[in-house]
């Protein structure tokens, strides 16, 4: 089975599951399939695509695809996730916490420096 066979199937499979699936493009480039006839073949990737905005973004997928008896190819299961999106929204959450925590602690700081200062 060439990559190109494989990709016809999981191509719509992932653009389903997209926004904006009619402008999903596929970089052959950043496309790994692994696997055979016999146990199947597993793909990873990324796909760019239109979010609810127009924006185009990058998004992780992988497709396990199986191939029949008669050599037709079939996807079992399939995947779309921002990864990249998620671990950098992970980042500004923990990014966010910790300058809540500096923040309140200069203002306890101040606080208690003005009320000493003034005599409270």
Partial sequence: MTN??????????????????????????????????????????????QNSYGAMLR????????????????????????KTSVQQAKNFGMTWIVLMIICGAIGLITYLAMKSSLGF
Avoid: C, W
């Fill in 59 to 82: 998004n992780d997928f992988t497709a396990d695809v199986q191939i029949s008896e008669n050599g037709t190819p079939k996807v079992i299961k399939s995947t779309v996730a921002a």
């Fill in 4 to 49: 190109e066979e494989i990709m016809k199937v999981v191509r719509p499979a992932i653009s389903a599951q997209l926004k904006s699936p009619a402008s999903a493009q596929f970089p052959e480039e950043l496309i790994k399939i692994t696997g055979n006839d016999a146990s199947g073949y597993h793909v990873d990737g990324f796909v760019d695509s």
